[in-house]
């Protein structure tokens, strides 16, 4: 039984579900999806995925029930099978991998605004530290034009995306 404690991770589902959209997921959802890093406790998230604490409990056990997330070390989490053999951990997301999840969450997040945040992150280069720079760009844009509580969630669950890559 989860509770506000547990650390989930993203299942190998739940990592293609971030780029390829392919469940109906509500926002609160597919905002926790996205914040799921294997290390943060779940009432970290609660600001940033827009629900009251007692409400993510009943969100993550939806994402469980879809194979999405995982409690952080469980098999389902890191995924053994996706693996290539001789690999000594989860493999980390490339550029471009990193590039659709930080777009997805920027759409997640701004809604039909999230146009020139969008244009942004896919004019800059594939290395973490020129997402990061596309990243803090469109967090000053959206704060100004979109709204700022928003643009702190991005901006605070895009640095996750990248920290997780980088390790």
């Given at each position: 039984m989860a509770d506000l404690q547990t650390v989930f991770a993203k299942t190998p589902a739940g990592l293609g579900e971030?780029?390829?959209?392919?469940?109906?997921?509500?926002?609160?959802?597919?905002?926790?999806?996205?914040?799921?890093?294997?290390?943060?406790?779940?009432?970290n998230f609660a600001r940033m995925v827009g629900?009251?604490?007692?409400?993510?409990?009943?969100?993550?056990?939806?994402?469980?029930?879809?194979?999405?997330?995982?409690?952080?070390?469980?098999?389902?989490?890191?995924?053994?099978?996706?693996?290539?053999?001789?690999?000594?951990?989860?493999?980390?997301?490339?550029?471009?991998?990193?590039?659709?999840?930080?777009?997805?969450?920027?759409?997640?997040?701004?809604?039909g605004k999230a146009g020139k945040v969008v244009e942004k992150l896919n004019a800059a280069g594939a290395h973490p530290a020129e997402l990061l720079s596309a990243v803090e760009s469109g967090a000053k844009l959206a704060k100004l034009t979109i709204d700022e509580a928003k643009a702190a969630a991005f901006l605070a669950g895009a640095k996750k995306i990248l920290e997780g890559a980088a390790r």
């Open positions: 971030v780029q390829a959209k392919a469940h109906a997921l509500s926002r609160p959802q597919r905002n926790l999806l996205i914040l799921a890093d294997g290390k943060s406790p779940l009432g629900g009251a604490p007692e409400e993510l409990v009943g969100i993550a056990q939806s994402l469980v029930a879809l194979g999405l997330i995982a409690p952080a070390g469980s098999a389902a989490a890191s995924g053994p099978a996706s693996r290539p053999p001789g690999a000594a951990g989860p493999a980390k997301p490339g550029g471009e991998a990193l590039r659709a999840s930080l777009v997805a969450l920027a759409e997640d997040t701004f809604g």
